[in-house]
């Protein structure tokens, strides 16, 4: 139940094109969704956040879909450059107790090729 | 740099040796965590500190480990008697108590053990 899934595994996407990423989480207690970001040699760096009382959370050309019922959330990338290659992870954690541990998902290797 | 900072970065031992890491936060973050990353997988949640206080610990985190945050304000991580399974990136993070799903982490350490 503290598992959170993420799909693709890897994902090839042309310059300009819009790059999905999909995660899906079971606990319902989660209420908090980051997006990470991790070049190789670096740690990770928080992109992008949502709540679950909103359903699309928009930043620059980092967009996150969320579903609550479906208890799915996606990472849109558009324009996609290839700057923006790297592995993205999904995370979820809960925010109404002290402190629960941020939950990552597996990551998705995407590369933008020119 | 006003970043989290990792030392050293990358860490080649002998099985059986011990080890200790270094993660100095960002200096106005008084919540300090530690990560295991291996390779094609996403962090998993080692420990954490408020302060100096070592508030919660993951099952991953063997009689082996030992983590330690003495004065609130730098850590350790110490792994007695290394073990082939052990070789990963260890990943130090931090944020403020009040936001702390909002982590910043540092590069890693990766450690190899032959």
């Known amino acids: 139940q503290q598992q959170v899934k993420q799909s693709p595994q890897s994902l090839i996407v042309q310059k300009g094109g819009i790059s999905i990423i999909n995660c899906a989480y079971e606990?319902?207690?989660?209420?908090?969704f980051p997006w990470y970001q991790q070049f190789p040699g670096k740690g990770p760096a928080l992109l992008i956040a949502i709540r679950p009382d909103v359903s699309e959370k928009k930043e620059g050309r980092f967009t996150i879909s969320f579903n609550k019922s479906a208890k799915q959330f996606s990472l849109h990338i558009m324009d996609s450059q290839p700057g923006d290659s790297a592995t993205y992870f999904c995370a979820a954690s809960r925010t109404k107790t002290s402190y629960d541990k941020v939950i990552f998902g597996p990551g998705t290797s995407l590369s933008v090729i020119p | 740099d006003t970043g989290v900072s990792q030392n050293p970065r990358h860490k080649i031992t002998k099985r059986g040796q011990n080890v200790t890491f270094r993660c100095d936060p960002i200096s106005e973050h008084n919540r300090l965590y530690w990560y295991r990353q291996t390779l094609g997988q996403g962090p998993e949640f080692l420990t954490y500190f408020q302060n100096e206080a070592q508030l919660e610990k993951s099952r991953l985190l063997s009689d082996r480990f030992s983590a330690e945050r003495p004065k609130g304000s730098f850590s350790t991580l110490e792994i007695q008697r290394t073990e082939q399974g052990d070789s990963a990136m260890y990943l130090c993070?931090?944020?403020?108590?009040?936001?702390?799903?909002?982590?910043?982490f540092g590069p890693g350490t990766r450690l190899t053990v032959l």
């Open positions: 606990n319902t207690a989660f209420d908090y």
């Open positions: 993070a931090s944020s403020q108590a009040d936001r702390a799903n909002e982590q910043f």
